[in-house]
């Protein structure tokens, strides 16, 4: 079964440290999103690509936070400089196309620990 | 803006039917869906239903809609332990945008 691979699994680091995130989607899905889930809430929405192209990122804190997917792909994720607040679990999901009845496919995450 | 609640907890014996509710404030919502989300994993989808149903059944899942209420609850028939997890209620808002997810509930399983 086609999986969202993501890596790495696991991260800590120091805050003010540069840190990123990697996202393989399952393999001819347009859609890519990044979310961010703080311990004991819903995920959120930080960023949402079609293709290559930033289709919303009005929830991304862009002072500290980017996103990029060059050639429609894979995706990287990168905060600099990491804070405290940053602590969460980063999660990728894929999807064919934007609003469909597929639902979305998730990848395991990464649980980014800021010290 | 979008919002969806849910009950943080809900604890039931072992063989017996659970019943985790949502609420959702977007009526413009084309799908509701059910994620399942296990210690340190990522969110499995259960099942969805679209806007124009009230009912879904799926094995020992059962999805209800009310859209005048905007009320979505996935029951859960038979529970077993493996069914011990976080269920996450979400909706699309109707357009193209990402999912808005609800904080999550608990499911306990007594034995």
């Known amino acids: 079964e086609a999986e969202v691979a993501q890596s790495p699994r696991y991260k800590i680091t120091e805050k003010s440290q540069a840190v990123a995130f990697w996202c393989d989607p399952i393999?001819?899905?347009?859609?890519l999103y990044w979310y961010r889930q703080i311990l004991g809430q819903g995920p959120e929405l930080l960023v949402q690509f079609q293709d290559e192209s930033v289709v919303d990122d009005s929830q991304l804190p862009k002072d500290r936070f980017s996103a990029e997917r060059l050639k429609g792909v894979d995706s990287t994720l990168k905060i600099q400089p990491a804070e405290l607040g940053d602590s969460a679990m980063y999660l990728c999901?894929?999807?064919?196309?934007?609003?469909?009845?597929?639902?979305?496919?998730f990848g395991s995450g990464t649980r980014l620990t800021v010290v | 803006g979008e919002d969806v609640e849910q009950s943080l907890f809900l604890s039931v014996r072992e063989g017996d039917s659970s019943v985790i509710n949502c609420t959702y404030t977007d009526s413009s919502s084309t799908y509701l869906y059910w994620y399942k989300q296990e210690p340190g994993a990522g969110l499995q989808l259960l099942t969805y239903i679209f806007s124009n149903m009230d009912m879904k059944q799926d094995q020992r899942l059962t999805v209800l809609l009310n859209k005048k209420d905007k009320h979505l609850s996935l029951r859960i028939a038979d529970t077993q332990t493996g069914d011990s997890a976080i269920y996450f209620c979400?909706?699309?808002?109707?357009?193209?945008?990402?999912?808005?997810f609800g904080k999550g509930t608990h499911l306990i399983i007594q034995p």
């Open positions: 979400a909706e699309n808002g109707g357009g193209a945008d990402g999912l808005t």
């Open positions: 393999s001819g899905h347009a859609t």
């Open positions: 999901a894929s999807s064919l196309a934007a609003s469909t009845n597929y639902g979305y496919t």
